[in-house]
């Protein structure tokens, strides 16, 4: 297989990382991590040390300072007939058993990374092998459990389309997992083979910087625990991964109170509300039945708390990065056109606040659950409407640019009759509230759907990623000349619908759509985004990039972040 | 002012006409059953109510037998240029439009009763669960010529997620 050669011509050098993974990606198989058993069965290490610690408290304790002997032990019978010798050789054995399988395990456990897959085998007896190809990437995800992290490790989770369909490496040295990142979405990306005189160019130009490399290793060793203090403090997002215009951060007191004003506080207040009146009525059963609930609302609060805690965003030439977590994090870069469907709301409560959520439907779900425990489907957790705009410009790169900032305003906060084509009147009797602001609007290859007066949402979809369509008409429907229309998209959280739209219209959209979707399709080249048309001008990016508002393109030679 | 919805895509290739067969059938298979289940529910297990669910069910058999033909009718399909239409409903009606580069997989089932008359049912499969696109009662080679044709279409725009 060929060497990465992916090497946009004018980009600055390599990271080190990413020269450390570069001979990760020759093609050949190579080992995970030596602790990588350690890591992988860590939790319970850890478990059955605590157990046999704790059983052994009252001995230990005894030890140094002597107190009455209990009969009856396990420990007592082997001492008292003399069977300590035995006793010492069985854990010895079993202890040389647990390392030599472990020992296999790691030795039979292997990665490879060639120009089109990265495959990973595993499994002592039953062999699994599993090989996720490059242009169906639909995103990586890198890793770092608490305990992984002090150990300087990290897991990288490569998925693509479909239910538990991801290839994990687990465990890398923490910056070669990074790298490895790196090296892998440029393969993806598709950027090769025609730069590769230019990467040689710049592999003879970089020995000055391999020396230098060298020189500052030896400091490096020896400050290994400054380093992985260093590691474990480091901002998630490396700061020179992503320009700095384009990265989105959440206050923390902003996150607490979008967290306090959710539906779920409606609930416990609600709750809390029928404790007292059942306190004071003399209902104390209630008490009982829902205090212990209760409690574990405020762990629901906390764990959504730190998991949402260091939230980032950016945009990197790769597409999307999304970074949280604050001991154990989880940092996930969705190459562009992997996202199938984009959603913008509000509840009632953020109104105030101006704050919202952006939720998003991708075809690839990584094993690793996102902040709070769901999927990563959740792009922007609270956010002002910068922040919105900002995030919808790196999710949909193409669309969300400065000409189409007035429609996606519009979708978001208008009140209707607007630029949107909207319903009739008689959609009152279906969407009392919401009928003025129902609306639909076709914007180059995209769909913005606007719904919701209380619960405010605008759900985007690119024609390109539309499954099917589909438009239904129930009796209610039929008697207003209403329809409703469907976009299907890949599952997800956004469920692009619009109800209550006038008949003929609908039909116009369904005709429109159904086209338009075929000609978006085809016209799509992002599967590998990174390959250039050979009739396209090449636009410099980071020119473009250092605008917020300006889309990233899609069809750029990828600059190296340095 | 009552408007269907109504696509100007000219004529709509139906099913067979064997297949109100099957849906009678399979409505009377269903209507008995149940029936069966009120009635033992009325008589052995004394529910004071079973011959409410027994009129019930029958009154809803009788509707879906009366309205069998016309349903039957309601499903239809059209090969586009670039798509695949599907229609079908009375009272709910349902267009769905599949370009043929989405189409990740095409199945053939036949029930019992659809293999007595040499029918067959083909479902296509997009990344989109809610697709749900599936035509009944095609005659088996037509199935079989359909599906070939559809393939060979995917194949030729084969586009990504």
Known sequence: MTRPDGRAPAGPPLTRAERAAERYTDGEWHRLHPATPLLRGGIVFIAIFGFVLSNLRERLIGFFVGTPQYAGDPLDAIYDHGWEGWALLGVAVILLLCFGAFYLSWRMHSFRITGDAVEVRSGILFRTQRKARLDRIQGINLVRPVLARIFGAAKLDVSVAGHDANVQLAYLGSSLADGLRGDVLRLASGVRAAEAEAAAEQSSAAPGEVSGQAASRTAVVGDLVGRRVNEFLAPELDPNAAPPESVVKIPPLRLLGSLLLSGFTVFVVIVVAVLIWGATSGAMWLLIVVLPGLIGSASFYINRFTKSLRYSIAGTADGVRVGFGLLSTSNETLPPGRIHAVEVLQPLLWRPFGWWQIRIDTAGHSREKGAAGQPNTTMLPVGDATDVSRVLSLVLPGFVTEEHREVIEAGMVSRGRDLFTGSPRRAAWIRPLSWQRTGYRLVDDAILLRRGLIWRSLAIVPLARLQSLELQQGPLDAALALAEARFHTVSGPVRPRLAAIDAPNGVRLFEEVSARAVAAADADRSHRWGRIAPDEPRTAPAASRTSVDAPIPLDAPRTEES | ?161
């Open chain 2, 1 to 161: 002012m009552p408007e269907r919805i109504d696509l100007t895509v000219g004529e709509w290739r139906r099913v067979s006409p064997k297949y109100v067969l099957v849906v009678i059938a399979s409505t009377v298979i269903t209507g008995l059953l149940l029936s069966g289940a009120s009635v033992f529910l009325w008589l052995v297990g004394g529910w004071a109510f079973g011959w409410v669910a027994l009129a019930v069910v029958v009154i809803i058999s009788i509707v879906a037998l009366i309205i069998a033909p016309r349903r039957a009718r309601s499903i239809g399909y059209r090969l586009r240029d670039d798509d695949l239409l599907f229609r079908r409903g009375i009272m709910f009606q349902r267009f769905v439009s599949v370009p043929y580069g989405r189409m990740q997989l095409i199945d053939i089932n036949r029930g019992p009763v659809s293999r007595m008359l040499g029918l067959a049912d083909l479902k296509f499969v997009t990344a989109a669960a809610s697709t749900g696109v599936m035509v009944p009662g095609l005659p088996e080679p037509e199935a079989a010529e359909l599906r070939d044709r559809l393939v060979e279409l995917a194949e030729s725009r084969l586009a990504g997620l």
